[in-house]
């Protein structure tokens, strides 16, 4: 599985932005996928998960609200829309995919596959 995030970007506190991920590889209607970030020397952190059908997804106490994942298995595409940006909100996202498990983990360590990241900056 090959993953590619796009979208970051510098917007004010407040703002919004798109991310999006593209797979290719395996069919990606068959696995989980999820975004994560990490802050400059901080752990990296669960942001938002989704099942392989888009029926079940989940989300970090500090993003629900104001976040929103989606997929288009028609697209093999994944999508995490950010409303209400705050500066705290500023890391490198990375999409990952889980192609093992079931449902929506919340553990870096249950996704096998990740994208090389992309850059979201929040002004204050």
């Known amino acids: 599985v090959q993953l590619q995030a796009s979208g970051g970007g510098l917007v004010q506190a407040g703002g919004s932005l798109r991310l999006s991920c593209a797979a290719s590889?395996?069919?990606?209607?068959?696995?989980?996928v999820g975004w994560f970030r990490q802050a400059p020397g901080k752990e990296r952190e669960f942001v938002a998960g989704i099942s392989w059908n888009g029926d079940s997804t989940g989300y970090a106490s500090a993003v629900k609200g104001r976040f929103t994942i989606s997929r288009d298995n028609a697209k093999n595409t994944m999508y995490l829309q950010m409303n209400s940006l705050k500066p705290e909100d500023t890391a490198v996202y990375y999409c990952a995919a889980d192609t093992y498990g079931v449902g929506v983990p919340d553990s870096k360590y249950d996704y096998d596959y990740w994208g090389q990241g992309t850059q979201v900056t929040v002004s204050s």
């Open positions: 590889g395996r069919t990606f209607s068959n696995y989980a």
